[in-house]
């Protein structure tokens, strides 16, 4: 039998970071490779006691079918935690979503034709980037610096390209880079978007977990023509498992998003959804996130003070000020692929960061996660990973 595949099966191939995840699973590697919050500080005792009550008073519903946009209560929440970065939301604006990955997915379906152009950050989160390709676009990269993406780069892309059907961005302890957009380049994003009538599509899974300076208002915040269509998560925050997001939009466009999430499964796990806010109703999440941040603070320390202390002078990298990741610039003849064979045989891992590049090329970056290793791990695989740069640099 030859079996013949839709044609944007030719597109998708096995993520490097999902080949590298199984690697991570031999107990004797330090992985600095997933973005794996760490699990020990998932509340699991809580969860109990939320489960337990969750059953006894509404057993019946939890279990049930429910409404494609979500719980009420749960996105009433969500509304007001949008307050702090300057969205004003109601329960309407919020369709809950499986994580915000689906969010990714539901935006390729909706907006992009095969050939159409998606414009984002060079480089980008490599799970868009795949759910983007499903959908046959091709990629503009605008080049991004500690700011965020270069203005005049994107003027002159939105200006010259006529295809280009949203604006992917994520402007808060960006993944792959850590790296976070400041209030002018937001601002002039906007002033973009709406001189050339784009969509944009805001990412935000890590803004809330911010070790140091005050967070920035969202993208979506300066937004005056309900163009920006804002995605949430609780997976960094509270937990993935659960697969608890949200898709934040102005009316027109969340119709979009709800009628595609029917056709897709329906509505998100009732029982998960009911959790949450249960959750967030006898517990206080923002210290929840407040122990999380206290953790990976540390972590972040570590890491940067290892790579400092251990990696060849001279290398660019990000100090990321939240977040999961920081990202490093070897020099331009470097092959992170080589880097990281030599990493495994001393059984440490990360992502070389070419996979982050739609259309190829900057294969002397990585990315390094800090989130899912004990200080301990990130010291000796630091030192280890320092080791292996300096006798291949
Ligand atoms: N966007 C970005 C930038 C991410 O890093 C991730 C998770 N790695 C997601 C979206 C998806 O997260 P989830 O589906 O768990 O909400």
Redesign the pocket.
Known sequence: MTIKFAKRMDNLKASEIRELLKLTEKPEIISFAG?LPAPELFPVEEMKRVAEEVLEESGMQALQYSPTEGYTPLREKIAKRMETIGIKAVAEDILI????????DFTGKIFLDEGDLVVCESPS?L??INAFKGYLPEFVEVTTDDEGMDMEELEKVLSTKKKVKFIYV?PDF??PTGKTWSVERRKKLIELANKYDVPVIE????GELRFEGTRPPAVKSFDTEGRVVF?G????TFC?GL???WTLAEKDLLEKYIFVKQGADLQTNTMAQREINKFLDIYDLDQHIEKIKDVYRKRRNIMMEGIKLHFPQNLKYTYPEGG?FTWVELPAEVDARKVLEKAIEVNVAFVPGGSFFPNGGNENTLRLNYSNMSEEKIQIGIERLGRVLKEML
């Open positions: 973005g979503t499986s994580g915000s990955q689906q969010g990714l989160y799970g868009a994520i960006q993944n990412d935000n899974p890590y995605l998560t609780f997976s960094k993935p697969r608890v997001g999961l």
